[in-house]
C-alpha cells in the first residue's frame, strides 16, 4: 500500500499504488483531509495527524485563532482516528536567523513560511579541535513561542563546516533539515559560539527575525497549481482521500465559486466528498430557501449542512463551523458500523460548548432535505443529531439516488477503490492477457462487498459485473497504459445495477457513470 511521507521537504513525494497482484482491500480506513489556513507549518503538503496535540504541534501558534485547530479537535472528538491537513498561505515570507562570524553572519531561513515559524540556533565547538577552524556544532529548535519555549522540535548538526569542499559542508548538511535552509552566500569563516565563556558555560541561543502578519489567502491560493501541486493540488501527494473538508480564506468569508467549483471537480477526479460551510447569509430557512430558488449549484459529491452553531454560553458569538463533526462521524461510522450497512443509522455529535444556531422544526428539515440540505438539530444529553443525510445532487446527476448520502457514499468508496488500486495498468501493454489480469484483481474485490451485505443481490451475478475484454478495450489493443474496463454493481435492489466505465490513459484513470442499467448481464 501507498506511504505517504511526512518527513521529506525535498517537494519529490512517490506515492506507491498496490502492484498487479495485490486484491483490493475491502478494509480500507476512511482518509479525511482538512485543507485551508493555519498561522503556521509547512505549506502545500499534507501532514498525517493523529491527534489533536499534532495540529497544535504542527501548525499552531498562541494566540491566533484559527478555524482548522477548532475543526481537528471536532474531528479527532466525534470519533475521527486519521487525517490529513494542508496549510495554505498567501505569504512566502520566512524568518530568518543570523549567526553572526568573523567573516559575516551564517544565515539561516525557516522552510516554514510565515511570520510565526519560531525558531532559535545555537554554536558550539565541543569536541573541534583547535587545528580545524572551519567547523562547528549547531542546534536548531522549533518552540511554541518566543515567550513560551516549549521545544517542539530539535535538530543537531555535528562537525559540519563552512569548507565547502568538506563532505560536512553546512550547505549539504541542512539539505536534510525539516527546520531550516542556509542563504547563499555561506561566510568563509564559520559562525562565533553563543555558549557564554564563563565558568558556567551556559547555553544561549539566537532567535529569528520575524517578519510582520501576512494576508489571508486568496480562494485561488486554496485551489493552488495541478502542475506545481500546490493548494488543494498538494493531495495528489495522498494516496487516496474519502471526505475533503476545504476552509474559506478569512473567517468573515464565504468560499467563492470559483473555489467551490475547482474543490467539487477535483473530488470527482478523486471519487471524493466534498465537505462545505453554509454560507454565512444564511441566518434562517427562510433565507436558505430563498438561496436555493431558482437551483444553483449542485452536485452529487457535496454535502453541507444548516445551521451552523454557535456558543452555549448565551453570547452572542460569530457562528463556527460543523465541518470537523460532520466529517468525524462518518468517519466513526465507516468504523464501527461498516460501509456495508443497508441502511445509514443517525448520526450524533457531541456538541460541548457549542449548539445549533438556529432551532429548526421538522417542517424545517423536511424543507432542507428536499433542497439538498442536512440539517443540525439539538438532541439530549448535549448531542447534535444530523438530520436529511442528503447530498447537494438535485438535478445534477443521472439518478436521483446520488442525492442520498448512504448511497452515494458506498458508491465513491467501490469507485475510488477500483482507480487507485488499478494504476499498475500504466506500465503494461494492452493485450488480452492483461484483460484477464484485471479481472482476477477485480472480481474477489467485488464478491467480497457482496458477501458483506455491501451490495444488493440475491446471487453474484445480479450483484455486479466486471467487463474487460476486446470490446471494452477496441481500437486500444497494443497501447501501452490505455485500457478500458466497465463495473456494474446493485445498490438498492437485486439486478439493478449502476454502470461505470473506467478508462486509463496517461497515468491516470476517468470514471465516466453510464447509469442505471436494470438486469443488465455483460460479465465476462
Avoid at 2 to 12: P, V, Y
Avoid at 42 to 59: E, G, H, M, V, Y
Avoid at 459 to 476: H, R, T
Wanted: hydrophobic content about 40%; proline content about 6%; glycine content about 8%.
Amino acid at each position: 500500500m501507498a506511504a505517504l511521507s511526512d518527513s521529506s521537504n525535498s517537494g519529490i513525494y512517490v506515492v506507491e499504488g498496490l502492484s498487479r497482484e495485490q486484491g483490493i482491500p475491502v478494509d480500507r480506513a476512511t482518509t479525511v483531509a482538512f485543507v485551508g489556513p493555519t498561522p503556521r507549518g509547512p505549506i502545500d503538503r499534507p501532514l498525517k495527524l493523529t491527534s489533536a496535540a499534532d495540529f497544535l504541534k504542527n501548525f499552531a501558534a498562541p494566540g491566533q485563532r484559527c478555524r482548522l485547530e477548532l475543526a481537528i479537535q471536532q474531528y479527532f472528538a466525534c470519533g475521527g482516528q486519521n487525517a490529513l491537513v494542508v496549510r495554505v498561505s498567501a505569504t512566502r515570507h520566512r524568518n530568518l536567523i543570523e549567526l553572526p562570524g568573523r567573516e559575516g553572519p551564517l544565515v539561516l531561513q525557516a522552510i516554514n513560511p510565515g511570520p510565526y515559524e519560531y525558531l532559535r540556533a545555537s554554536i558550539d565547538y565541543d569536541g573541534i579541535t583547535e587545528a580545524d577552524a572551519n567547523s562547528f556544532n549547531m542546534v536548531v529548535q522549533r518552540l511554541r513561542s518566543p515567550i513560551e519555549p516549549f521545544i517542539y522540535e530539535q535538530e543537531i548538526f555535528s562537525d559540519i563546516s563552512v569548507d565547502e569542499n568538506s563532505d560536512q559542508f553546512v550547505g549539504h548538511a541542512l539539505m536534510q533539515s525539516d527546520l531550516v535552509t542556509s542563504l547563499e552566500p555561506i561566510p568563509a569563516a564559520r559562525p562565533a559560539e553563543t555558549i557564554s565563556s564563563n565558568s558556567i558555560r551556559s547555553v544561549s541561543y539566537i532567535d529569528c527575525r520575524s517578519g510582520s502578519q501576512p494576508a489571508s489567502p486568496s480562494d485561488y491560493d486554496l485551489i493552488g497549481s495541478a502542475t506545481e501541486g500546490t493548494g488543494l493540488f498538494a493531495l495528489e501527494q495522498a494516496e487516496c482521500i474519502d471526505l475533503l473538508c476545504l476552509f474559506s480564506a478569512a473567517p468573515k468569508e464565504d468560499l467563492g465559486p470559483v473555489a467551490v467549483l475547482a474543490a467539487d471537480r477535483y473530488c470527482r477526479s478523486k471519487q471524493a466528498l466534498l465537505l462545505v460551510d453554509p454560507p454565512l447569509a444564511w441566518m434562517s430557512v427562510a433565507d436558505v430557501v430563498t438561496a436555493q430558488h431558482p437551483p444553483g449549484f449542485s452536485s452529487p459529491n457535496l454535502l453541507t449542512y444548516f445551521p451552523r452553531l454557535q456558543a452555549r454560553s448565551g453570547v452572542v458569538s460569530t457562528p463556527v463551523s460543523a465541518m470537523g463533526a460532520l466529517a468525524g462521524v462518518l468517519a466513526a461510522r465507516d468504523r464501527q458500523v461498516g460501509r456495508d450497512s443497508g441502511t445509514p443509522g443517525k448520526l450524533f455529535f457531541k456538541r460541548g460548548a457549542y449548539k445549533p444556531a438556529v432551532n429548526l422544526t421538522a417542517d424545517d428539515i423536511r424543507s432542507l432535505a428536499r433542497l439538498g440540505i442536512n440539517s443540525l438539530v439539538r438532541a439530549p444529553r448535549l448531542h447534535v443529531r444530523v438530520e436529511g443525510e442528503v447530498t447537494l445532487a438535485r438535478y445534477s446527476s443521472i439518478t436521483s439516488e446520488w442525492g442520498k448520502l448512504h448511497l452515494r457514499r458506498k458508491a465513491l468508496f467501490i469507485l475510488g477503490s477500483i482507480s487507485s488500486c488499478t494504476n499498475w495498468l500504466a506500465f503494461q501493454e494492452n493485450e488480452s492477457s492483461v484483460w484477464q489480469e484485471i479481472g482476477e484483481q477485480l472480481h474477489p474485490f467485488m464478491q467480497s462487498l457482496h458477501e458483506r451485505g455491501y451490495l444488493a443481490g440475491d446471487s453474484p451475478s445480479n450483484a455486479y459485473f466486471v467487463k474487460c475484454d476486446s470490446d471494452s478495450n477496441f481500437g486500444l489493443t497494443g497501447r501501452k497504459g490505455e485500457f478500458a474496463f466497465i463495473v456494474g454493481f446493485a445498490l438498492r435492489k437485486s439486478g439493478d445495477h449502476q454502470v461505470f466505465r473506467f478508462s486509463h490513459r496517461d497515468g491516470t484513470c476517468t470514471i465516466s457513470e453510464l447509469g442505471w442499467r436494470t438486469g443488465l448481464a455483460l460479465a465476462s
